[in-house]
C-alpha cells in the first residue's frame, strides 16, 4: 500500500530535515509531501535540497501564508493524484511523534477508514501543556461533540491518517476551514458520509523549536465553524428527505 504523509510548513528551517527524515524511517514504503507557504526563513528552499536527494519527498510551493487547511488539501489532492493508497496529515515541529505512524497505519488496515491519533483516550496525553491550554484543547473538543453529534473525542487533533476512499468522497473543494476547525469538519464530513473513525492514543508534547501557531483568530473560526457544520448537515438531510417523499 502506498502511504504518503503531507506536512504543511511555515518557517521550520530548524525542523524540517530531522521530521522528514523521522518519518520517513517510521515505516517502509512511505512518501511525504511538503506543502510550504512561501516561508521567509528558507524551509521552502531546504525542502527542495530533501526532494531533490530523496525521490520519495514531494514538494509544493504556495505564494504565501494562505492556511493550514487549504495546505492540507493541497497535499491531499497531490497524493491522490500520485496514487496514494493511506494519506497521512501531521505537523512538522515533533508535536507529532512520527513513531506513532506504524500505529494509525495499523489501525486502518485493521479496518478503520480514518484513525485519528487521540490525546484524549486512555494511553493519550499532554503532558507539557499548561492548565489553560488543556482547558481551551478539550473545552473545544467537548463543544463539537455536543454540536455535532459525535463520539470522537479529539475531533481538533491534526495526526491522523485517511483512507483513499474517504478523500476520493469528500468534496475537498467544499472544505473552507483553515485552523484547528478544519480537523473537526473533515472528521464530520468523513462520519457523515458512513466512514469509520478510530482514535489511537497518542502523547502529545509541546513542540520541540519554534513558536504555537495558536491564535484567538483561529479559536474563534472553530467557535463559527462548527454550527455552520451542524446546519448544513440538517439542510441535506431535509433535502433528501424531501427527495424521498416526491419518489415513493
Known amino acids: 500500500m502506498q502511504t504518503y504523509v503531507v506536512i504543511p510548513t511555515y518557517n521550520e528551517i530548524e525542523n524540517l530535515e530531522n521530521i522528514v527524515a523521522a518519518v520517513l524511517a517510521a515505516s517502509p514504503g512511505i512518501n511525504v509531501i511538503i506543502v510550504d507557504d512561501g516561508s521567509p526563513d528558507g524551509t521552502g528552499e531546504a525542502a527542495d535540497h530533501l526532494a531533490a536527494a530523496d525521490e520519495r519527498v514531494k514538494v509544493i510551493h504556495r505564494s504565501g501564508k494562505l492556511g493550514l487547511g487549504t495546505a492540507y488539501i493541497c497535499g491531499f489532492k497531490r497524493a491522490l493524484a500520485e496514487g496514494a493508497d493511506y494519506i497521512c496529515e501531521m505537523d512538522a515541529d515533533f508535536s507529532h511523534n512520527p513513531s506513532y505512524v506504524p500505529s494509525l497505519l495499523s489501525a486502518v488496515?485493521?479496518?478503520?477508514?480514518v484513525?485519528?491519533?487521540?490525546?484524549?483516550?486512555?494511553?493519550?496525553?499532554?503532558p507539557d501543556w499548561s492548565l489553560s491550554r488543556r482547558i481551551i484543547s478539550?473545552?473545544?473538543?467537548?463543544?463539537?461533540r455536543i454540536v455535532l453529534g459525535m463520539s470522537v473525542k479529539d475531533l481538533t487533533g491534526?495526526?491522523?491518517c485517511f483512507r483513499r476512499q474517504v478523500l476520493e468522497a469528500i468534496d475537498l473543494?467544499?472544505?473552507?476551514?483553515?485552523?484547528?476547525?478544519?480537523?473537526?469538519?473533515m472528521n464530520y464530513k468523513s462520519a457523515?458520509?458512513?466512514f469509520r473513525l478510530v482514535e489511537v492514543p497518542i502523547v502529545f508534547p509541546d513542540r520541540r523549536v519554534g513558536k504555537s501557531k495558536?491564535?484567538?483568530?483561529?479559536?474563534?473560526?472553530?467557535?463559527?465553524?462548527v454550527p455552520r457544520l451542524r446546519l448544513e448537515r440538517l439542510r441535506e438531510q431535509y433535502a433528501a428527505l424531501r427527495r424521498d417523499n416526491k419518489n415513493p
Open 109 to 113: 488496515d485493521d479496518g478503520a477508514d
Open 115 to 126: 484513525a485519528i491519533g487521540s490525546r484524549y483516550v486512555p494511553g493519550g496525553g499532554t
Open 138 to 144: 478539550q473545552g473545544g473538543s467537548l463543544y463539537a
Open 158 to 160: 491534526g495526526f491522523k
Open 173 to 185: 473543494d467544499s472544505v473552507h476551514s483553515n485552523g484547528y476547525s478544519f480537523q473537526i469538519e
Open 192 to 194: 457523515s458520509k458512513g
Open 214 to 225: 495558536m491564535s484567538k483568530r483561529i479559536v474563534t473560526e472553530a467557535m463559527v465553524v
